[in-house]
Nanobody
Framework: VQLQACGGGLVQAGDSLRLSCAASVRPFRGYHMGWFRQAPGRERQFVAASTRDSGTTFYADSVKGRFTISRDYAKNTVVLQMDSLKPEDTAVYYC??????????????????????WGQGTLVTVSS
């Protein structure tokens, strides 16, 4: 299984970035897909997720209304559109995949330990 994330870069506060993650998992629809981030000296943090099958989306409170997660089923890709970026969004962003069945999908997809597969990370730096 491979998850290849790209799209990071250096932007100014208020700008937008679009992260993409190409996933080799099959079937793509059968996997929860998540984005997490880790800033220097801080713990890994949940950002957004799209559940398997239904594609229901969940977001961390800190990014709700600014970030959008979506899937391109034709390309087996999950996208994180990030708008109105803030300096506190600076971090390495990781995509991840899981095919567990959760009693509570909302809680399950927010836990890093739920995911068996991780991408290599892409750095997002937001200057003030």
């Amino acid at each position: 299984v491979q998850l290849q994330a790209c799209g990071g870069g250096l932007v100014q506060a208020g700008d937008s970035l679009r992260l993409s993650c190409a996933a080799s998992v099959r079937p793509f629809r059968g996997y929860h897909m998540g984005w997490f981030r880790q800033a220097p000296g801080r713990e890994r943090q949940f950002v957004a997720a799209s559940t398997r099958d239904s594609g229901t989306t969940f977001y961390a409170d800190s990014v709700k209304g600014r970030f959008t997660i979506s899937r391109d089923y034709a390309k087996n890709t999950v996208v994180l559109q990030m708008d109105s970026l803030k300096p506190e969004d600076t971090a390495v962003y990781y995509c991840a995949a899981a095919n567990k069945a959760f009693r509570s999908p909302r809680l399950g997809v927010q836990a890093g330990e739920s995911y068996a597969y991780w991408g290599q990370g892409t750095l997002v730096t937001v200057s003030s």
